[in-house]
């Protein structure tokens, strides 16, 4: 039977959000990313959260979807003005 490498689950983006303590900076997501060894697509994820500060980890992962957009992007700046934020998709419809 061949052998198949697999990731370090420690280093996933959600793992790295087990590790710290909320309220909680992006840039000590980043520093904790880089400090776990996490792939440099986890750090950029990370680098790429809109908000500069998150009370929770349920707030990180909904801004996620919104962070791999930017990365897609290639940045955060919107060169034809048009507002694409995806975080409150939805939540407005429920009360």
């Known amino acids: 039977m ?3 490498k697999t990731e370090d689950p ?3 983006p959600g793992a790295q959000l ?3 303590d909320y309220p909680v ?3 000590t997501l980043v520093r904790t990313a880089e400090d776990n060894g996490s792939p440099p697509e986890v750090i950029n994820l990370f680098k790429s959260l809109p908000r500069g500060t998150y009370e929770s980890a ?3 992962l909904r801004d996620f979807a919104e962070a791999a957009r930017r990365m897609a992007m290639g940045g955060s700046e919107e060169k034809d003005g048009v507002n694409r934020d995806r975080r409150n998709l939805g ?3 429920h009360p």
């Open 18 to 20: 087990d590790a710290v």
């Open 58 to 60: 349920e707030d990180v």
């Open 10 to 12: 420690g280093r996933s």
């Open 25 to 27: 900076w992006r840039d």
């Open 2 to 4: 061949a052998k198949t």
């Open 91 to 93: 939540r407005d419809r």
